[in-house]
């Protein structure tokens, strides 16, 4: 298992831009698919986005695509999530959660979250 730390979160106006980093710990980071959630208040938690150990799949709910981009860098150990765009409805808790390998987040580890709002 990893233990991962977001950061970046924040505010930000509509239609503004905010970068999300997830730090993991563990020699094993490349071995890891990787993918972001977020949950606003009194919603359930959501998929945001995702990209496999390999670096060679990504993933996206359809209320991101073409705003979002998920990226990951196995010699810092982090994942990334670029938010552009933003709406007040993206204004969420946004979480890091990690599988091995293959897509099964909710065996994996999840970090504390952190808070994005969007204002109109």
């Known amino acids: 298992q990893v233990q991962l730390v977001e950061s970046g979160g924040g505010l930000v106006q509509a239609g503004g831009s905010l970068r999300l980093s997830c730090a993991a710990s563990?020699?094993?980071?490349?071995?890891?698919?990787m993918g972001w959630f977020r949950q606003a208040p009194g919603k359930e938690r959501e998929f945001v986005a995702a990209?496999?150990?390999?670096?060679?799949?990504?993933n996206y709910a359809d209320s991101v695509k073409g705003r979002f981009t998920i990226s990951r860098d196995n010699a810092k150990n982090t994942v990334s999530l670029q938010m552009s765009s933003l709406k007040p409805e993206d204004t969420a808790v946004y979480y890091c959660?990690?599988?091995?390998?293959?897509?099964?987040?909710?065996?994996?580890?999840w970090g504390q979250g952190t808070q994005v709002t969007v204002s109109s």
């Open positions: 563990g020699r094993t980071f490349s071995s890891y698919s």
């Open positions: 990209i496999s150990w390999t670096a060679g799949n990504t």
């Open positions: 959660a990690s599988s091995y390998r293959a897509y099964d987040f909710k065996a994996g580890s």
